[in-house]
């Protein structure tokens, strides 16, 4: 006896039009995370979330399956890949915890990609083995290293302290968690998996609901954001996000204690009491290198900025600006005089279709009714003209039929009035 059972296996979501959405205003950083799921049927979710460019949650893709291992997310990121067009990921930055099975699909299936784990869960784990405030700190300090000779500083000064701490560290790759190796231009020194986090407490109540209920509350939910973000972002007049231009309002404050020296052409040495970096403002370039990852001027940075008068806001990278129309390239030729009328201008002066146009037609000639002839031309007149009798071409003629003179006679004055008749006399007195 056969057995028709179909069990549920896995089941994938990527719109097109939160697809584009990325592609088109959001920055290559991707974080990936799995949730179980509250209700009676057992399972994951499996999400890749991104940030658009006021640092927000923009939910992109998620799947829900039976259990997370290397195959289900090497499933999840082969079709993501696919949809976002990411190859082998050479241009995409993966967020994501210290999940195993994880960390070996991302390895085969996107061996290009830049993949960064939660500094949170590592110092989870680290807090456990060795306790206290002093290795919270430099565990921190260690992750927030935006150079390698800072890296270098706090890990010797750790290994000074505790050679198994030391240990610990560097077994779990600090060139995933580590801003000191980070690569520049993907516009995010992000350490943390905040947008994942975010979106997990948003479908919180969604997953305790069945499957279907549970992709449809998800489907609203992203629909509603995406659109109100969207209202929001239009009623900005600014000209970076909020998120960003609240950064630089911040540093604006800060930088105040830090003494600018000019070096070269937009070239300027930053101090403060022992410590000093150089800025490049033409290249966007500071020697901590929170420029460089971020896209935003760092605190150096807003220094020089603030030494030449400028508005720091005008200096982050394009992916924070808001876009401006293209340029207005100039045509060939001598411009237009007459005003552009409108569409519907033009159909109301349109002349009717049911006038003849006189392009190609025959003229004729209104008294023979012949084409081609005119009044000097016609044969009628020249018959009418010699059928005069020569007896009236004498000095007396009529001027008016005369060959010499078609024209219309000449207009005669009227004789004057006669003068008015003489009064009788008046009749003698009596």
Request: hydrophobic fraction near 35%.
């Amino acid at each position: 006896m056969p057995d028709y059972t179909t069990l549920f296996s896995k089941f994938y979501v990527c719109f097109k039009a939160v697809r584009d959405g990325w592609l088109k205003g959001c920055r290559p950083v991707i974080g990936l995370d799995g949730y179980f799921l509250k209700g009676i049927v057992r399972g994951e979710v499996l999400s890749a979330v991104g940030r658009d460019a006021n640092n927000h949650i923009y939910p992109l893709a998620w799947a829900v399956v039976c259990v997370e291992n290397k195959e289900t997310w090497k499933w999840f990121i082969d079709l993501l890949m696919d949809d976002i067009n990411g190859g082998l990921g050479a241009y995409i930055t993966l967020l994501s915890d210290g999940h195993k099975r994880l960390l070996q699909a991302v390895k085969e299936r996107c061996p290009e990609a830049k993949h960064r784990q939660y500094a949170r869960h590592i110092v989870a784990n680290f807090n456990k083995r060795f306790t206290g405030q002093a290795y919270l700190k430099l565990f921190w300090r260690v992750v927030r290293a935006s150079t390698v000779e800072k890296f270098r500083g706090v890990m010797e000064h750790i290994k000074s302290i505790d050679i198994h701490a030391y240990d610990y560290l560097i077994d779990r790759d600090p060139t995933t968690w580590s801003k000191a190796f980070f690569q520049e231009g993907r516009d995010c020194d992000a350490v943390e998996n905040g947008v994942s986090e975010s979106f997990n407490s948003a479908i919180r109540h969604a997953r305790r609901r069945p499957i279907i209920t549970m992709l449809e509350e998800i489907r609203l939910f992203v629909m509603e954001r995406i659109y109100t973000q969207g209202v929001e972002g239009m009623e900005w007049d600014l000209l970076i996000c909020p998120t960003i231009r609240k950064r630089i309002e911040e540093l604006k404050v800060k930088q105040r204690l830090w003494g600018v020296t000019p070096c070269g052409y937009q070239k300027y040495e930053v101090r403060f009491t022992d410590v000093a970096y150089g800025v490049d403002i033409i290249a966007n370039k500071c020697a901590c290198r929170i420029w460089q990852l971020t896209g935003i001027p760092c605190l150096h940075g807003v220094a020089a900025i603030s030494y030449l008068n400028h508005d720091a806001e005008t200096y982050p990278d394009v992916p924070y600006h808001k876009p401006l129309p293209p340029k207005i390239r100039r045509l060939p030729g001598r411009p237009s005089v007459k005003r552009k009328r409108d569409a519907i201008e033009r159909e109301l002066t349109r002349p009717s279709r049911q006038t003849v146009s006189r392009r190609g037609s025959m003229i004729k000639y209104g008294i023979c009714k012949e084409p081609g002839h005119n009044k000097k031309k016609c044969p009628s007149n020249q018959q009418s003209n010699t059928s005069v009798p020569s007896s009236s071409r004498g000095s007396g003629a009529d001027p008016s039929l005369s060959r010499g003179n078609e024209g219309p006679p000449p207009t005669t004055q009227p004789p004057p009035p006669p003068p008015p008749a003489a009064q009788p006399p008046p009749p003698p007195p009596l």
